[in-house]
């Protein structure tokens, strides 16, 4: 097998084995983390065809590792583990202390093993839009990096410039978020506030500029008791779950101030 940068070419049949795997993935994501980070981005190859892929990005001096994906028919002979650990490097490489990612029940044996350990669960969320008129405008990234900082202890302004330029600000005194299109609905995220009033008038606003009937999604920090029961009572309902890890040096983690994660799985 041969171990190469992820590149544009690799893209169709990723995109096509994540959806196999019922993963909500947007290809914006890859052009925004090759162009971030590109050498934290890899593909194995295998008489010609890409067999397994990962993805990473560095912000301050953490990182985020996503889209580890083997093709089934490779599983068990050792891809992942090759990936992970050269991303791993990688990151290092370029300074990072706190490594993080989601983990599936079947990928977190792997992820254990290579030192991660838990943080949190994530639970995603999925609900409607609702009618009325949604506030929001431009907003410089400056402006939301206060809060994101509070919960996530890191410098993310580059994740945060990214998802500005392609959604809609919701900005108020007590946090922000983002409603970015995804498929035929929208995510809400990245999401940073204090509890309370605040967090449910941001999510009234996200409700209604995503319009009434419009599918929503969004990746939710277990340990956030406030935005769980918030959606909750509006509706949504929980579709899943993962296991939030990190490896390295202990993060300057506040989940009560992360609404939601910028993705849905991939960079944090």
Known sequence: MTLRPFSAKDLPAFLARSEDEGWLCDRW?????????????????EEGAAVAFVTSIRYGTSGWIGNLLVDRARRGRGCGTLLMHRTVEALAAAGVKTTWLTASSSGRPLY??????E??????????GRGGTGGGGPVRPAA?????RAGWGDDRRTLLAAVAARGTVVLRPEGFLVVQPFGDGFQVGP?????????AELLD???AVAGAGTRLFLDVPAGNGAVTALLGAAGFVASGETALMYAGAEPAYVPSRVGALASMGSMG
């Open 205 to 207: 606003e996200a409700r």
């Open 112 to 117: 254990e093993r290579m030192g991660f350990r």
């Open 191 to 199: 999401w940073g506030c204090s509890a309370g009033d605040g967090a």
């Open 29 to 45: 994501e890859f052009d925004f983390l090759r162009g971030a980070f590109p050498g934290g981005c890899f593909t194995l190859e």
């Open 119 to 128: 943080a949190d669960r994530v639970v995603r969320w999925v609900g409607t």
């Open 144 to 148: 939301m990096e206060a809060f994101d």
